[in-house]
């Protein structure tokens, strides 16, 4: 029979007190944090460069974009702007339900490029008219920003999809991550406004 003997190794925790907890941080995580406090040196990177970086790495991975119909972008009022609205259209000559989709990227990252090929899938296969918003993205436009831009596309759609082959009397509202929050805030947004405009909710 075989014994293997087993070394315990404990760590030094150095205790950090303050008025409410007393938590031990790890001695190795303690000396890399003084460390990083003492550094001159603080790497920073560009806004635009990430975006630009987060946005190739989600375009990257797309597949070939599925043939349509028809896809037209439309400029639309919001507060002292325009913004984009996409709309795809899968099908001739017949009224469809439609699909207001909101894009993710964490609120700053993102547009409605980057999820071209997805809302052209969903648009194919679901046979639905997507409407696809691009709003204004965060930190230069700070919260509700892009709330209310997403609000002011779906007052725009309702009234408006109908020149597009949409069924206003159909819309339902789906959202991709950071999309997908801004969707739930904006159904209880048109909830509280009185403006239930939407069959379903997909996030």
């Given at each position: 029979?075989?014994?293997?003997?087993?070394?315990?190794?404990?760590?030094?925790?150095?205790?950090?007190?303050?008025?409410?907890?007393?938590?031990?941080?790890?001695?190795?995580?303690?000396?890399?944090?003084?460390?990083?406090?003492?550094?001159?040196?603080?790497?920073?990177?560009?806004l635009n460069a990430i975006r630009k970086n987060i946005n190739l790495n989600l375009i990257k991975y797309n597949d070939l974009p599925p043939s349509l119909v028809s896809v037209n972008d439309v400029l639309i009022p919001a507060e002292k702007e325009r913004i984009r609205v996409r709309i795809y259209n899968p099908s001739e000559n017949q009224t469809l339900p439609v699909l207001i989709f909101?894009?993710?990227?964490?609120?700053?990252?993102?547009?409605?490029?980057?999820?071209?090929?997805?809302?052209?899938?969903?648009?194919?296969?679901?046979?639905c008219l997507i409407a696809s918003v691009d709003y204004r993205l965060a930190p230069e436009n700070k919260f509700p920003t892009a709330l209310e831009d997403c609000c002011e596309a779906c007052s725009w759609v309702k009234?408006?999809?109908?020149?597009?082959?949409?069924d206003p009397s159909n819309i339902a509202l789906c959202g991709d991550s950071s999309g997908?929050?801004?969707?739930?805030?904006?159904?209880?947004?048109?909830?509280?406004?009185?403006?239930?405009?939407?069959?379903?909710?997909?996030?």
């Open positions: 029979m075989c014994m293997v003997e087993k070394k315990i190794i404990r760590r030094k925790t150095i205790p950090i007190r303050n008025d409410t907890m007393n938590t031990p941080i790890d001695a190795d995580l303690l000396n890399y944090l003084h460390q990083q406090a003492n550094s001159k040196e603080i790497q920073e990177k560009e909101i894009h993710g990227g964490g609120w700053f990252a993102g547009n409605i490029d980057t999820h071209d090929v997805f809302c052209r899938k969903i648009a194919k296969f679901a046979k009234k408006h999809i109908k020149d597009y082959s949409g997908g929050n801004l969707a739930a805030a904006l159904s209880h947004m048109l909830i509280v406004k009185e403006l239930p405009i939407f069959k379903f909710q997909f996030l």
